[in-house]
């Protein structure tokens, strides 16, 4: 019998921080969105915000993303204040957002269109994040003639395209079905793992949260404030099918909807 | 249509009324109802006469140029409007009047501003079709989704790019139907601007045909004009096809 590995008592000291929010409020006229919230991203590592609808999740990942100012506090990347969108963040959107009139290639194109990039340059870098989330042979498509889950493949592609460090995902696989749905989480646990990039990644779903992050971030609603934050330790290193019924998986699901139960209307 | 399943080809209901006008013109039951025949060869002898063909440059002009204005002015200020809710607000009320009111009265105005010349018919032209342009532009980028704006922003696209390359292609299916219904008003207020400015173009030849009861040449000037606005009106509403793939889809 093989000797028993030695598990490493390392918690690494101090954690490369690539995106953090400090002391960040939102208001609305009199509603408070959020409240002094404070969060900090590790690189190259996935973060999930989760909540109950209406805790102000998608506001963060905007004002993340710079697409919204916060009332008060501010958002750093790799220690420089966020003043707007930046060629450092990438935005996935829910509702995917392509251009209906234009074709694949366009669309994946289009952020470095927007950056600038020389048409054959860009046409060629889409091609290849086109044949990595596997629309090859797409590339002359348009998005009406795609599946949900091939349009998310689009907008993925997309913000892959531009290589920015930082990956901003706003509930990218709500919109598309179930087996879709688990199909890009296996996917996205592959391509954490493969680029050096961070996640942050919004969701309402437990389970999706627990499976693909590396760390948890609970917000609580009204106003908004970080309840608690959770570091799945052991599941990273699980193959992908055996995630979901590892005890640690089924422990930590299980203990989110205890804490956000009563937030349930 | 299928009757008595012979499928008729498209726009047969015009042979039944150009029989109907056929007969009544025969019957010799007004003077000012000339057999359809009688105008058809009539149009076929204008057609090349040096007074029509300056009529057709004059009229040709003044509603190109009042069309021209029409669209660029039109188009970006409902752009703008559908954008800003300032400059929305500012607008949309004379937007509303010069669109319902009664535009024909307004010429003697612009004659007095303008003068008795071209100018003029060109404005006149341009205020008939102008105010459904702007309000359908307007239309469209209203309902854009908010998220294309976003992700346009995201990707740090300047307002200049902003506007080219999202809010125009968003809203083209309605700014076209708006430029098709904008250049059928201006059809109109190219013919009331040569009837009441300055007698020109076709507006001289009906007044010409009229007063000395020309009707076989009345009604050939008139199906020439239609003709015209047909075509034009069918080339945009097949531009509209070609978007309406992704009108739906936003």
Known sequence: MAMPQ????????????????????????????????????????????????????????????????????EVEVDGKAVTGPGEDRAFVFQDFALLPWASVLRNVAFGLELRGVAKSEREARAAKYINDVGLGGFENAFPHELSGGMRQRVG?????????????????????????????????????????????????????????????????????????????????????????????????????????????? | ?????????????????????????????????????????????????????????????????????????????????????????????????????PLTALVPVLMVLFGFGMKSIIITTTLFAIWIIILNARAGVMQINRSLIDMANSFGASPWESFTKIYFWAALPEILGGVRIGIIRAVKGVIIGQLLISIVGFGALFELYSANFLMSHFWAVLIVLFAMAFTISEFLAYLERRVSYYAAKR
């Open chain 1, 6 to 73: 030695i598990k490493e008592a390392v918690a690494p000291a101090e954690p490369d921080i690539a995106v953090s929010t400090r002391n960040i409020s939102k208001n609305y006229g009199d509603v408070e969105a959020l409240k002094d919230l404070s969060l900090e991203f590790p690189r190259g590592q996935l973060t999930s915000l989760l909540g109950p609808s209406g805790c102000g999740k998608t506001t963060l990942l905007k004002i993340i993303a710079g697409l919204l100012e916060p009332t008060s506090g």
């Open chain 1, 156 to 265: 993925l592609a997309r913000a892959l395209s531009v290589d920015s460090q930082v990956l901003l995902m706003d509930e990218p696989f709500s919109a598309v079905d179930e087996q879709t749905r688990r199909k890009f989480q296996e996917d996205l646990l592959e391509l954490v793992a493969v680029e050096n990039k961070t996640f942050i990644f919004v969701t309402h779903s437990i389970e999706e949260a627990v499976y693909v992050s590396d760390q948890i971030a609970i917000l609580l609603p009204r106003p908004s404030r970080v309840s608690e934050i959770i570091r799945p330790a052991g599941l990273r290193d699980k193959d992908v099918d055996n995630i979901r019924r590892d005890s640690e998986y089924l422990d930590i699901v299980d203990r989110i909807w205890a804490s956000l139960r009563n937030y349930v209307e």
């Open chain 2, 1 to 101: 249509m299928t009757i008595w399943g012979y499928r008729l080809p498209g726009m047969s209901s015009l042979l039944i009324w150009a029989l109907l006008w056929e007969i009544v013109g025969r019957s010799g039951y007004s003077f000012f109802v000339p057999p359809l025949s009688d105008v058809v060869s009539t149009l076929i002898q204008v057609l090349p006469s040096p007074a029509f063909q300056k009529a057709l440059y004059e009229t040709g002009y003044a509603f190109l140029a009042g069309v021209f204005f029409a669209v660029v002015i039109g188009i970006p200020t409902g752009i703008f409007m559908g954008k800003n809710r300032l400059i929305d607000e500012l607008l949309l009320p004379w937007v509303n009047i010069f669109l319902s009111a």
